[in-house]
């Protein structure tokens, strides 16, 4: 099982962005996944989770202008970024928890993926 992001990229304050990142590997179960950042010498911060049945929660500086979404039936969560600031600028990570796989239904606990550059200029 293995998580791969895509959509960063480099964008003008204000401007938006929208990130994908799709779970493979014979996969029939994701409970969260979710969206996380990070910038050199900072800890990894949480910016958004949503549950396999919609419930979303959201990081205290991307409240109103981030929104994630996902599509089960493509294991694939979005992270649609509007209104970005310079200090959104960072690696941003996906994360998938209790990954059901497999056809001997296995599950992998939380996977991470490669992570993708979003850089705001100002």
């Known amino acids: 099982v293995q998580l791969q992001a895509s959509g960063g990229g480099l964008v003008q304050a204000g401007g938006s962005l929208r990130l994908s990142c799709t779970a493979s590997?014979?996969?029939?179960?994701?409970?969260?996944m979710g969206w996380y950042r990070q910038t050199p010498g900072k800890q990894r911060e949480l910016v958004a989770t949503?549950?396999?049945?919609?419930?979303?929660f959201y990081g205290d500086s991307v409240k109103g202008r981030f929104t994630i979404s996902r599509d089960n039936a493509k294991s694939t969560v979005y992270l649609q970024m509007n209104s970005l600031k310079p200090e959104d600028t960072a690696v941003y990570y996906c994360?998938?928890?209790?990954?059901?796989?497999?056809?001997?239904?296995?599950?992998?606990?939380?996977?991470w993926g490669q992570g993708t550059l979003v850089t705001v200029s100002s």
């Open positions: 949503i549950t396999s049945d919609g419930f979303s």
């Open positions: 994360n998938a928890d209790r990954v059901g796989f497999g056809v001997k239904l296995k599950y992998e606990y939380d996977l």
């Open positions: 590997g014979n996969i029939f179960s994701i409970d969260s």
